[in-house]
């Protein structure tokens, strides 16, 4: 094995890096506040709200990721391209740019999984302590953000850093839309030095060390969240 070409794409591959990190991070944060809703959403007694919730779900479980990412990098985005007035537009420069369709959809992705988790610690917070929460005169909302869900969170931090870590390799299908991700990056490494594996193996070693840095971070959060709720 050789490792040669290193020096001359390195830059490349840490540009991919960096790009591969800040699709998990965006799509990590915003995706996080979408599935906020959706797990409210899913135990909301409105009818209509629990439908859509539900019919959200269903609608990105139910569908594959790549499909999901081709819908609005080649469907939603050539819409874009047939009016002159979003090309003239100062959104145009984020509009065609795959990078973004890639956000939205693993944003989707995250909020449809994660919003059901959240369901889930949401009904697993004990029924006492926000029953205690209402003794004390606390509104829903105060409830929600002293008692209810911190105490999901809590519950739900092993399944999240699983879910983290979902996402950080679902960004490697940026690179079919023309993302120069981490795995774009060695790719074009492959295809301009004829190396087939040795790109591929420093691309798997760096997914791994991403991979166990968020567990590690999710373990110390484990750690220093107290056993008891935040009343």
């Known amino acids: 094995m050789h490792f040669e070409w290193a020096s001359t794409y390195g830059h490349v591959l840490l540009q991919g890096l960096l790009i591969t990190i800040e699709l998990l991070l965006l799509s ?42 081709y819908v609005l990098y080649y469907g939603v985005g050539s819409l874009f391209v047939g009016f002159p007035a979003v090309r003239d537009s100062f959104l145009w420069p984020y509009l065609r740019e795959g990078f973004w369709y890639v956000v939205v959809a693993l944003t989707l992705s995250v909020g449809g999984y994660v919003g059901e988790v959240i369901k889930g610690g949401l009904r697993g917070v004990p029924k006492g302590e926000l029953e205690a929460a209402r003794a004390l005169g606390m509104s829903r909302l105060l409830m929600i953000r002293r008692i209810w869900l911190p105490r999901a969170i809590q519950i739900l931090l092993p399944s999240l850093a699983g879910e983290s870590v979902g996402l950080l390799k679902s960004t490697a299908l940026a690179s079919t839309v023309a993302v120069m991700d981490v795995l774009g990056a060695a790719n ?17 070693i760096t997914y791994l060390v991403l991979a166990l840095l968020i567990e590690r971070v999710f373990r110390r959060l484990e750690l220093r969240i107290p056993v008891r709720g935040a009343l």
């Open 28 to 69: 990590g944060f915003f995706g996080f506040l979408l599935a906020l809703l959706v797990g409210f959403g899913r135990l909301s007694k409105q009818p209509v709200i629990a439908w859509l919730s539900l019919s959200f779900t269903n609608l990105i479980r139910g569908t594959p990721l790549l499909v999901q990412i």
């Open 188 to 204: 074009l490494v492959r295809a301009q030095t004829f190396r087939t594996y040795e790109p591929l193996l420093v691309i798997a």
